[in-house]
């Protein structure tokens, strides 16, 4: 009596198939990581520390993936990047209204609270360079 080889039998020629496609995209075809910096500072807008908004370091030059970073209350924040020449773009808007979603009566939609040339990849004047060590960036942001 011959014995079939069912599809759960580990030596099924689809089972090895799948197998081999499964485990090829970990098999290191992806690029290594590049070493990161810390890059600290703080925000302010008009000399006072920016209380909340979102920081954007997008690199120059270089196919790589923007950074991203909270501001805390203090208008301080903490980056890791790569070493490399980076435009920062930074985003703080007024809260919502925290009771009501949009849509609702009364709600009130945020509003930016910088110009525009801060929050604009194409105007922003904002830049940073991110070196071999660790290192602050200051941003002293202005309503004119």
């Known amino acids: 009596m011959k014995l079939e080889k069912l599809p759960g039998d580990r030596r099924h ?30 925000v302010t807008f ?3 520390p920016l ?4 920081m954007m370091f997008v690199p120059v030059g270089k196919d790589a993936s923007p950074v991203r970073v ?3 209350t203090n208008g301080g924040y903490e980056a890791f990047a790569p070493a490399g020449e980076y435009k920062v773009t930074i985003n703080s808007y007024s809260n919502p209204t925290p009771d009501l979603e949009e ?3 009364g709600y009130k939609t945020p509003k ?3 110009p525009v040339k801060y929050s604009s990849l194409v105007q922003t004047p904002l830049t940073c360079v991110v070196g071999d060590q660790e290192s602050s960036a200051d941003f002293a942001l ?3």
């Not at 209380?51 to 979102?54: D, L, Y």
């Open 70 to 72: 909270s501001l805390n």
């Open 103 to 105: 849509g609702d009566p």
């Open 46 to 48: 008009d000399g006072k």
């Open 142 to 144: 202005t309503a004119k």
């Open 112 to 114: 930016s609270l910088l």
């Open 13 to 42: 020629p689809f089972f090895l198939l799948i197998l081999a496609f499964s485990v090829l995209p970990l098999s290191g075809c992806g690029a290594s990581a590049e070493k990161t910096q810390r890059v600290s500072g703080t």
């Open 51 to 54: 209380e909340s908004g979102v």
